[in-house]
């Protein structure tokens, strides 16, 4: 393999740190910030003049992880000549920034050199540190570009936003992941066409990602190396028929996307995959002449390459710190025999990366869910509002989710508590009860058992007649206290077991609804300044129907109504 081709099975730099765009035209996704003079182009297109507080404008880019925060961020750098320094808020303190705004207003006045900041992860640093951040900004020392996953409203201090422009960056699409992905495979600073892949395969990855760049190359990345391990090839002739399809296919993505990567290497954690990609090279699959299909591509499945010796001119070289590896000839797959000498007409053979090598390298997809993040409170409002939009197959998908990414099931068990009481209420009351048998159950078996009673009490709540009337009925009252609407208690309510207390009036006349045959009683219960308000507005759905019909009947008596 050539030096820039994969270095499978040694330490070398990531494939997503490789394929980071080098220009704005790489960068694919993100059509809405691309534009023509939009902020990001026409801050890459100025030309370096030193004077980055006439025209450049501080820029904090909001978006999902492998979105092409740190990628945009260096390649506006890279565009337009200016010095680029980058801090990561995990890892730097006040002291820092100041050094680089000291840096930058000296080669600003001295040198003419304007200086681009970028600070990934903003969000992770404190009002105090942020502050730092104001005079630099507001002086026109450096642009700043500052990255975040969570919302600026809530992470970033004001000043600093209202002197900044805030972009938010998209997910990422599947066509977008597709392109990344064949963009990879075919790249000198990628794979260079020393493997191939399906179709298939790359769908998978698109799905597997989740709209996350960097994710989709790591997971490339891990298949790739269990690709070689295993032993599964196809023609190197077919290979370059299929770079040859990627080139026709990338030309029907718009220009910005055409030749792109939009890799965000640094941005986020790393995930498990990349601890994948680096023991993915195990044992090798049993030989044998299975055929799989590749597209147009006919493949065939051999033993592990060996590794090249000798003088032979079939050995070709791999990474400089990883082994060589040897194509496999059709002949020598079938026969399970090694050729001494590769014939002219022998065609080579390269790894091919299947749904099979994926589905064995990259376990799963990686949910992305920071349980202090956006994507925590996301996924648990949808959580939500699918139980109360009785849709109990999209309530059982988050709760997966919830529970796969490690959330605490207790606070799943809240959740569902309150839905219980908030959006079924009395229309099902059995619903609550339900609830709160399941958060015990989770208290007292713990995952991942919990699980169960978990997914028995949501697809309860979600199919459960719906009313959130009980719901309305407090917030009602609670804004009629907080507004001043309300009276002294009427004196035949008040407490009057205490001596003296009927001198004052307190208790007397009132009437012991158990004294009258239906147990209701003509008498005013709430403060004559309130009257007779109404708070509780039953619904006709489920057990509330009847609440309904028979609340009717206890005011006509109780109100005379």
């Known amino acids: 393999m050539t030096d820039s081709g994969m270095a499978l099975g040694s330490a070398h730099t990531p494939l997503a740190v490789r394929m980071r765009p080098k220009s704005l035209e790489e960068v694919v996704g993100q059509k809405h910030l691309l534009g023509p003079g939009s902020p990001l182009v026409t801050l890459a297109h100025q030309s370096d003049g ?17 979105t092409g925060k740190t990628t945009l961020a260096q390649a506006i750098a890279h565009s337009s000549g200016r010095r680029f320094v980058e801090l990561s808020a995990v890892t730097a303190g006040v002291k820092d920034v100041r050094v680089v705004m000291e840096r930058a207003l000296n080669d600003r006045d001295l040198y003419s050199v304007s200086t681009i900041l970028f600070l990934d992860e903003i969000h992770r640093f404190t009002k105090a540190q942020q502050d730092a951040l104001l005079p630099g900004v507001e002086n026109g020392w450096v642009t ?7 919302n600026p ?22 066509a977008d992941i597709e392109a990344v992905v064949r963009r990879a495979v075919s790249d000198p600073r990628g794979l260079d066409n020393q493997i191939a892949i399906t179709d298939e395969a790359v769908a ?17 990345e891990a298949a790739a190396s269990s690709a070689l391990a295993e032993g599964y090839v ?8 299929t770079a040859d399809e990627v080139g026709a296919d990338s030309s029907s993505v718009d220009s910005t996307d055409a030749d792109a990567s939009g890799v965000d290497a640094n941005d986020g954690h790393t995930s498990a995959e990349d601890a994948t990609a680096q023991d993915a090279t195990g044992e090798a699959a049993d030989g044998g002449d299975t055929d799989t299909s590749a597209g147009a591509s006919k493949v065939t499945k051999g033993r592990k390459p060996r590794t090249a010796s000798g003088n032979s001119k079939r050995n070709k070289p791999g990474n400089a710190d990883g082994p060589a590896t040897e194509s496999i000839s ?6 399970g025999l090694p050729l001494e000498a590769n014939e002219a007409n022998e065609p080579q053979r390269v790894p091919i990366v299947t749904e099979e090598v994926i589905a064995r390298s990259v376990n799963r997809a990686l949910l992305r869910y920071d349980k202090n993040g956006d994507e925590h409170y996301d996924v648990i409002s949808a959580f939500i509002k699918s139980i109360r939009g009785s849709d109990p197959d999209a309530a059982v998908h988050y709760l997966a989710r919830m529970i796969e990414a490690g959330e605490d099931p207790r606070f799943i068990a809240r959740r569902i508590i309150v839905s219980a009481a ?13 609830a709160i048998a399941a958060a015990e159950a989770t208290q007292m078996i713990g995952m991942p058992e919990a699980r169960i009673p978990l997914s028995e009490a949501v697809i309860y709540l979600a199919t ?13 009252a609670i804004a009629d206290v907080r507004a001043g609407n309300f009276g002294r208690v009427p004196k035949h309510l008040r407490d009057g077991h205490y001596a003296g207390a009927k001198k004052l009036g307190h208790g007397v006349g009132y009437r012991y609804p158990h004294d009258a045959p239906m147990g209701v009683v003509r008498q005013n219960y709430l403060p004559e300044e309130i009257g007779n308000r109404t708070y509780y507005n039953p619904t006709d759905h489920g057990h509330e129907r009847i609440v309904a019909e028979r609340l009717e009947k206890i005011r006509r008596i109780t109100r005379g109504q």
């Open 50 to 66: 030193g004077e980055s507080a006439s025209g450049a404008v501080s820029i904090i880019l909001w978006g999902p992880p492998g």
């Open 144 to 150: 700043l570009v500052a990255a975040t996953t969570e």
């Open 153 to 174: 409203s809530f992470s970033v201090i004001s000043p600093l936003l209202s002197r900044s422009l805030l972009l938010t960056l998209e997910q990422l699409n599947d």
């Open 204 to 220: 998978t990855i698109a799905q597997l990602s989740s709209g996350d760049a960097r994710r989709a190359l790591t997971a490339l």
């Open 234 to 241: 196809a023609p190197v002739s077919e290979v370059a028929a």
């Open 330 to 335: 059709a002949d020598e797959v079938s026969d």
């Open 422 to 434: 908030e959006d079924i209420g009395i229309a099902d009351p059995q619903a609550l009860s339900i």
């Open 464 to 476: 459960a007649p719906k009313s959130n009337a009980a719901y309305v009925a407090i917030d009602a």
